[in-house]
């Protein structure tokens, strides 16, 4: 690629170390009144693997994965799962092919809490007790400055919006028996002490779910600024609804949001709208519950996407896309495409991810 030394700081300022991004992007805007910073949207999905991306299902070998154990729950024709995994997030696909796909992109820890502990402190979650998700309960120690804090001091306005897995977690709530359902998420709510909040370590605004998970219908783990709320409906679509009204109401300030989906962590018990379930046919409705979620996702970055082209600003906005680790080794095939292992492991498929930075007139399409 032919990219700026400026340009190629500031991406790799967040990809080796998340908490300098921030300031990587203020130096490297003029003082000049005409020039914007830009806006800052990172997109983080929960699980998701590199063979469950489109521009990555050419390098599948079929023979070789078809030696590889699929779990009963999602066994299946492997090349309706490829077909479903090519259609499930065209829009990511679209700005992978306009951006630049890092191929060889790994994140610091095969499992959710150390990982995005490592994301928004740029450092080896190991060198601050993080080890494992059970140390991740403890929280990210209050000393660390987190990614969002360097942006809002640099004049961003900054909201969570989705999984914040860097809480201390001091009680998991159990909801009423009646309430209780096979899926562990639907059945409690995550407690943190406020000042391990999100909006207590950066963020204007929080959107949030404490822990591992959160249920895909009616959660009852949702904090909205430290409160807990009912979130009716379908939690994908209701964390897209809160990036879009928080993009709208930042205005002319820039903006950074983690939007964390909760998809595809499992267990998926519950299937997605009816509209996203009809547009994959595996033939096991497991696989379809799987490849929907990620496909609702996706289409809520796309009215991202298309709200900021609306406004004007899609030009002026750095998206980056990935995964905290690999497939769980309980997800419909191709998981982690042929790399070795899964998330908990660290083979490549526990720790190397999907990961594309899109930045429109400044990224030029089609590198890796």
Not at 21 to 39: D, F, H, R, Y
Not at 162 to 183: E, F, M, P, Q, Y
Not at 262 to 290: C, Q, W
């Amino acid at each position: 690629m032919n990219l700026s030394s400026t340009k190629k700081t500031i991406i790799a300022s967040f990809v080796a170390a998340a908490c300098m991004a921030s300031s990587a992007v203020a130096n490297a805007a003029p003082t000049t009144a005409t020039v914007k910073q830009p806006n800052v949207l990172l997109v983080v999905m929960d699980d998701l693997g590199t063979g469950q991306l489109d521009f990555a299902l050419d390098s599948l070998d079929k023979k070789t994965l078809a030696q590889r154990p699929v779990p009963v729950r999602y066994q299946g024709d492997f090349d309706k799962m490829v077909d479903a995994a090519k259609r499930a997030m065209p829009t990511v696909a679209e700005l992978a092919a306009n951006g630049v796909k890092m191929t060889n992109a790994f994140v610091a820890h095969p499992v959710c809490g150390p990982s995005r502990a490592g994301i928004f402190t740029g450092r080896y979650p190991t060198s601050f007790g993080t080890y494992s998700n059970d140390d991740a309960l403890q929280g990210v120690p209050l000393d660390i400055k987190l990614l969002p804090a360097l942006f809002q001091e640099n004049g961003y306005n900054t909201a969570n919006i989705g999984k914040w897995h860097n809480s201390k977690i001091s009680s998991k709530n159990a909801v009423a028996d009646n309430n209780k359902t096979r899926d562990y998420h639907d059945n409690q709510i995550p407690v943190t002490p406020k000042e391990y909040s999100p909006e207590q370590r950066g963020f204007n605004y929080s959107y949030s779910f404490y822990a591992s998970g959160a249920a895909l219908w009616d959660s009852p783990a949702i904090y909205q600024n430290g409160k807990n709320i009912p979130a009716p409906g379908y939690l994908t679509h209701n964390l897209t609804n809160e990036a879009l009204q928080f993009i709208e109401q930042s205005g002319d300030k820039p903006f950074f949001i983690n939007l964390a989906f909760s998809v595809p962590h499992i267990p998926l018990e519950e299937a997605s709208p009816a509209k996203y379930m009809e547009r994959f046919k595996t033939g096991n409705v497991e696989a379809d519950k799987y490849f929907a979620a990620i496909n609702a996702a996706d289409e809520g970055l796309g009215q991202i996407v298309d709200l900021l082209k609306k406004k004007g600003e899609l030009d002026n906005t750095l998206i980056f896309f990935l995964s905290d680790n690999g497939a769980v080794h309980e997800s419909p095939m191709p998981m982690n495409g042929m790399d070795r292992g899964y998330k908990g492991q660290m083979y490549n498929g526990g720790v190397r991810v999907p990961f594309v930075a899109y930045w429109p007139k400044h990224i030029p399409a089609g590198g890796d």
